[in-house]
Nanobody
Framework: VQFVESGGGLVHTGGSLRLSCAASGFTFSSYGMSWYRQAPGKERELVAGISSAGGISNYADSVKGRFTISRDNAKKSVYLQMNNLKPEDTAVYYC??????????WGQGTQVTVSS
């Protein structure tokens, strides 16, 4: 199982970024997927999740209305569109399976830094 996250960067408050995650090593279309993030000195937290077919999604309260998760099963990829970014969104972002489908291996993540 492998995850390769990309798309992070440095933006100002109110800016946007689109993260991508390419997955391999498992039957992607059979798994719900999630984005997680970990800020310095904090525990990793769930940001958003999406069902295997993409019809159901859920979000942490802190990002609801600003972030949108999507997936392309043909490309074995999951995306996170992040709008109206805030300094508290600064973290390393990771993708992995959703809930109990989470795998033990993690990618390197992609750094998102939001300046005030």
């Amino acid at each position: 199982v492998q995850f390769v996250e990309s798309g992070g960067g440095l933006v100002h408050t109110g800016g946007s970024l689109r993260l991508s995650c390419a997955a391999s090593g498992f039957t992607f279309s059979s798994y719900g997927m999630s984005w997680y993030r970990q800020a310095p000195g904090k525990e990793r937290e769930l940001v958003a999740g999406i069902s295997s077919a993409g019809g159901i999604s859920n979000y942490a309260d802190s990002v609801k209305g600003r972030f949108t998760i999507s997936r392309d099963n043909a490309k074995k990829s999951v995306y996170l569109q992040m709008n109206n970014l805030k300094p508290e969104d600064t973290a390393v972002y990771y993708c992995n399976g959703r809930g109990s489908s989470r795998f033990s291996s993690w990618g390197q993540g992609t750094q998102v830094t939001v300046s005030s």
